[in-house]
């Protein structure tokens, strides 16, 4: 018996649209840097508003490094399947708000924090699950693409 032939997986790339849906329904992604011949990458929860991204971090080798080389990537997946999945990378700049020169309660820091109560309301309160998490920071949007994987359809009467 002879098999039916399935098409392959489609790949096409997302408009800008289609990357900003899907930054703004998921709030954990992964943001890589570099210093020197290292390159890092770590996950974080965030929130997409208007171009930015917001976020929070706790100190640590990572903002000694970001304070010396800002430009990011930062990329967010949503997988539904082994071929059936999007992807959206952003490249830009990192920008602490929280610093030594009391930042949080200038209107960035304000509207940081705001915003990223609008995903989690205990954002540094007392009742705040991750309450080590005290940097706060945004990502400037330079540039930002995505793809998406299609599984194929199987031909009419192929399981």
Known sequence: MIKPERSAASIRALSQGECIALLARHHVGRLAFTFH?????????????????????SEGAKLATLAHNPWVAFEVD????VVDWSSV?????????????????????????????SFLPETLTTEDPVPDRTVLFRIAVGEMTGRTAVPAIPPDGAP
Not at 78 to 81: A, D
Not at 90 to 104: A, I, K
Request: glycine fraction near 12%; avoid cysteine; charge should be negative.
């Open 37 to 57: 011949d290292r390159v890092d990458i770590q996950p974080l929860h965030y929130v997409y508003e208007a171009g930015w991204i917001y976020g929070r971090t």
């Open 78 to 81: 949503e997988v539904r399947g």
């Open 89 to 117: 990378v952003v490249h830009g700049s990192f920008h602490r708000l929280d610093d030594d020169h009391g930042v949080r309660a200038q209107p960035t820091g304000i509207h940081a924090a705001a915003v990223l109560r």
